[in-house]
Protein backbone atom coordinates (compact mmCIF):
# COMPACT_ATOMS: atom_id res chain seq x y z
CA UNK A 1 0.00 0.00 0.00
CA UNK A 2 1.30 3.31 -0.77
CA UNK A 3 1.96 5.85 1.55
CA UNK A 4 -0.03 9.61 1.74
CA UNK A 5 3.65 10.89 1.09
CA UNK A 6 4.53 8.96 -2.02
CA UNK A 7 1.22 10.30 -3.71
CA UNK A 8 1.14 12.55 -6.37
CA UNK A 9 -0.18 16.16 -5.24
CA UNK A 10 -2.57 18.33 -7.44
CA UNK A 11 -1.34 21.52 -8.41
CA UNK A 12 -2.28 24.55 -10.64
CA UNK A 13 -4.52 23.42 -14.05
CA UNK A 14 -5.08 20.07 -12.30
CA UNK A 15 -1.21 19.18 -13.24
CA UNK A 16 0.87 16.95 -10.84
CA UNK A 17 3.01 18.11 -8.31
CA UNK A 18 6.12 15.36 -7.51
CA UNK A 19 6.96 15.07 -4.19
CA UNK A 20 10.57 16.60 -5.29
CA UNK A 21 9.38 20.04 -6.75
CA UNK A 22 6.79 20.43 -3.21
CA UNK A 23 10.21 19.67 -1.17
CA UNK A 24 12.19 21.94 -3.56
CA UNK A 25 9.20 24.82 -3.53
CA UNK A 26 9.58 24.36 0.63
CA UNK A 27 13.05 24.47 0.46
CA UNK A 28 13.15 27.97 -1.25
CA UNK A 29 10.59 29.10 0.98
CA UNK A 30 11.87 28.40 4.49
CA UNK A 31 14.93 29.42 3.04
CA UNK A 32 13.77 32.94 1.93
CA UNK A 33 11.82 33.50 5.69
CA UNK A 34 15.81 32.39 7.32
CA UNK A 35 17.04 35.14 5.13
CA UNK A 36 14.66 37.77 6.08
CA UNK A 37 14.60 36.48 9.62
CA UNK A 38 18.34 37.60 9.66
CA UNK A 39 17.42 40.82 7.69
CA UNK A 40 14.94 41.75 10.82
CA UNK A 41 17.64 40.89 13.23
CA UNK A 42 20.02 43.65 11.32
CA UNK A 43 17.43 46.25 11.04
CA UNK A 44 16.77 45.93 14.54
CA UNK A 45 20.41 46.03 15.32
CA UNK A 46 20.63 48.86 13.17
CA UNK A 47 17.48 50.67 14.83
CA UNK A 48 19.05 50.54 18.31
CA UNK A 49 23.00 51.78 16.75
CA UNK A 50 20.87 55.40 15.78
CA UNK A 51 20.16 55.50 18.88
CA UNK A 52 23.42 55.19 20.71
CA UNK A 53 25.50 56.55 17.94
CA UNK A 54 24.33 59.73 16.49
CA UNK A 55 27.31 60.87 14.76
CA UNK A 56 26.67 57.72 12.64
CA UNK A 57 23.31 58.91 11.88
CA UNK A 58 23.21 59.03 7.96
CA UNK A 59 25.46 55.79 7.37
CA UNK A 60 23.32 54.43 9.88
CA UNK A 61 20.06 55.40 7.32
CA UNK A 62 21.61 54.10 4.35
CA UNK A 63 21.99 50.74 6.23
CA UNK A 64 18.27 50.73 7.35
CA UNK A 65 17.06 51.97 3.60
CA UNK A 66 19.38 49.01 2.32
CA UNK A 67 17.77 46.63 4.62
CA UNK A 68 14.40 47.25 4.39
CA UNK A 69 14.48 47.68 0.55
CA UNK A 70 15.86 43.59 0.59
CA UNK A 71 13.22 42.99 3.30
CA UNK A 72 10.29 43.89 0.81
CA UNK A 73 12.36 42.02 -1.77
CA UNK A 74 11.67 39.21 -0.48
CA UNK A 75 8.13 39.37 0.81
Known amino acids: ?3 VLQQPEVGHGNSFVSE ?16 KQVLILQRQRV ?3 TKSQPARHAALEAA ?3 IDGQIAHLS
Open 1 to 3: MAS
Open 20 to 35: EARRLAEHVRTERERQ
Open 47 to 49: LSQ
Open 64 to 66: LAQ
